[in-house]
């Protein structure tokens, strides 16, 4: 039994999601970094909620673990939402010819799953398909995980131990004396127990090395061998506190952004992979590919009933897609760039690619003089015509579906204040199940990027009454 205790811990988390990136096709400039801040999270009877700038995740209870197609496109952003790529692409289709026959036979599931990052109450609240939350905040100290939480184990000096006030790094995020960690193992028996997919958010090159958001993730941390070697033993400890389960896997979000805007070609970017994991990967190659490859490859070995994809990000081409302003721009070109990037990097040798619409509320942007709504009568750009088609022709490249992931969580009955923040992602969403599915989507995941967002538990319940009327009517087909 996991002892009820209440217990505050303090990481330090930077912004993820898709607000920066390079230029705009309009010819603006984007902000390339999202902003760093403090997190607070809490750990009260096993359970742990992290929220910040960039990150909010809610963690566990009590619990115990337990064939080819070609496709064709206009390239202005103002097609319609099932145009795919052009040249020489993998579908991934099966039988069926749908993208998402594989997931949809792995998960069995025929319907577009709708989920979210969320408290166990809303969880309870509403059927939701799947929930999720971040894995980051560093690891512990030496090179490998902790055997006990209660003493010996400590991250940067800050011991892990509860009456210590607890440590930064997840496998501690409980009671201290349960076993190392509980956190993830008891997240996938609560979301089993609500008859939802537990899905994990990887967020850790940024949080555990130090270094600045951005280029530093890649060219500093990613090349620093013992850095990577206990990145990869926290990888591969994840892995292992899954086991069996079936689970979503969702590797660095804008680390692979950041790579794509050094270079297109992971291939030629150097990454400490075989030197800093030998174990598991000693044929991969040192570099960014490797590392997407044997991220993937690991998984196979330790969770061999996970689900994982790579992150695709709309600014990871130096241009920032899905604020794109100009009806000349060629979508599905730069969707083809970043689509061969992934692929390079194994995306193609996962099961699914994740894709995020922005990191925060619309309404929120405006106080801040920034316009990322997108037109919801898709008459003018930005508009979710043009983020569809993006991920379509996305999905083409791969090879595989995407899964829509901390989709704003704002309403258009909220007030414009703290936690309450407009935006119409949700209802277009929701109201529009079938032109998801029309651009390969499996799944739609929302949540806040930060602390200041709207979220599931803030949003006066209206993503889950959405999800209740949604999952009551039987879904959205896969196949249409």
């Known amino acids: ?144 995980p902790c055997a006990s939480c209660a003493s010996g184990c400590a991250t940067n000096g800050q011991s892990c131990a509860n009456s210590a006030g607890g440590c930064g790094w997840w496998g501690c995020w409980q009671w201290d004396h349960d076993p190392p960690g509980k956190y993830a193992s008891g997240f996938v028996g609560t979301a089993q127990g609500d008859h939802q997919i537990p899905m994990f958010t990887y967020y850790e090159i940024l949080q555990a090395s130090g270094v600045n958001e951005g280029p530093d993730e890649v060219n500093i941390a990613a090349n620093d061998t013992a850095f990577m070697t206990r990145y990869f033993n926290d990888w591969r400890f994840l892995l292992q506190q899954i086991g069996s389960n079936q689970a979503f896997l969702h590797i660095e979000p804008d680390f692979w952004g950041y790579a794509g805007q050094i270079n297109l070609d992971p291939t030629q970017i150097t990454a400490s992979v075989a030197s800093a994991n ?135 009955s909220l007030p414009n204040t703290h936690q309450e923040w407009q935006d119409n992602r949700v209802d277009y969403f929701f109201d529009h199940p079938d032109q998801l599915v029309a651009s390969k989507a499996f799944a739609a995941a929302f949540g806040a990027g930060d602390s200041e967002q709207t979220t599931p538990d803030t949003d006066n319940g209206h993503l889950s009454s959405r999800v209740t009327t949604y999952e009551t009517g039987g879904g959205q087909a896969l196949c249409p």
Request: charged share 10%; proline share 3%; glycine share 14%.
């Open 278 to 412: 030998p174990t598991d990967c000693a044929s991969s190659p040192n570099t960014i590919a490797g590392l997407g490859q044997c991220m993937i490859h690991m998984v196979r070995i330790y969770a061999p009933n996970a689900l994982v994809g790579l992150h695709g990000s709309a600014w990871g081409t130096n241009m920032d897609v899905l604020g794109n302003t100009d009806p000349n721009f060629d979508v599905v070109g730069e969707a083809n760039k970043l689509g061969d990037f992934l692929r390079a990097a194994g995306a193609d040798t996962g099961d699914f690619v994740v894709v995020d619409a922005s990191d925060r509320d619309a309404a929120w942007y405006t106080t801040q003089g920034r316009n990322t709504w997108w037109d919801a009568t898709n008459a003018t750009l930005p508009n979710f015509t043009q983020a569809f088609n993006w991920a379509s022709a996305v999905a083409s490249r791969v090879g595989k579906p995407i899964v829509w992931w901390q989709v704003p969580v704002g309403n258009m």
């Open 1 to 144: 039994m996991t002892r009820a205790l209440t217990l505050a811990l303090t990481i330090v988390v930077a912004g993820c999601g898709s607000s920066s990136g390079g230029s705009s096709a309009s010819g603006s400039t984007t902000g390339g970094i999202h902003g760093n801040g403090t997190t607070t999270s809490s750990t009260t009877a096993g359970a742990t909620t992290t929220a910040g700038a960039g990150t909010t995740s809610t963690g566990t209870t009590t619990s115990t673990a337990t064939g080819t197609t070609s496709a064709t496109s206009t390239a202005t952003g103002t097609t319609s939402a099932t145009s795919t790529s052009t040249g020489t692409t993998s579908s991934g289709t099966t039988g069926s010819g749908c993208i998402t026959d594989e997931l949809a036979q792995a998960t069995g599931k025929s319907h577009l799953l709708m989920g979210a990052s969320m408290s166990d109450t809303t969880a309870a609240a509403a059927p939701y398909d799947l929930r999720y939350l971040y894995i980051s905040g560093g690891f512990p100290d030496g090179t490998g």
